[in-house]
């Protein structure tokens, strides 16, 4: 996992410092207790090059065998568009979100609504909405 300050904010766009927000999710040290939690989770997971960490909150029926995280493309802002379900009750939910992205200085945009499910009780991606 590259190296991320401790003490800068988090990459997920919350405000808190890495470490107190989605820093303990990538060491293991807790499970996202929401959809959204997640999706933000995952996003600071490519941002500091986590690949571990988004095959372990992949649903194994969807999960890749292996992930490579492109070194030239750094994850600069998340923005989260919409949510359904997903809460601390819920066994479902959807996030829509546009992530940005800079590749060879060029500027770039996910715009994707994702599927989350829980898996032995912990939030996982499933897959993507088709748009």
């Given amino acids: 996992m590259a190296k991320h300050a401790s003490r800068r904010s988090c990459p997920c766009g919350t405000g808190l410092p ?10 293991g040290d807790g499970a996202a ?7 933000r989770s995952r ?9 571990g960490y988004l095959l372990r909150s992949w649903h194994s029926r969807t ?9 030239a493309q750094r994850w600069t802002r998340l ?8 809460g601390l009750l819920d066994s ?3 996030v829509a979100f546009r992530a940005h ?16 499910v829980r898996e032995d009780g912990s939030w996982v ?3 993507a909405l088709p748009r």
């Fill in 18 to 27: 890495y470490d107190d927000c989605c820093g303990p999710l990538h060491r």
């Fill in 33 to 39: 207790p929401t959809a959204e939690a997640l999706m």
């Fill in 43 to 51: 996003f600071s997971a490519f941002a500091v090059g986590d690949p």
């Fill in 63 to 71: 999960r890749p065998s292996r992930l490579r995280l492109d070194p």
């Fill in 79 to 86: 923005e989260i568009v919409d949510r359904t379900r997903g």
């Fill in 92 to 94: 479902t939910g959807t």
């Fill in 101 to 116: 992205y800079r590749d060879a200085g060029q500027p770039g945009i996910v715009d994707e609504h994702s599927r989350f």
């Fill in 125 to 127: 991606y499933l897959d």
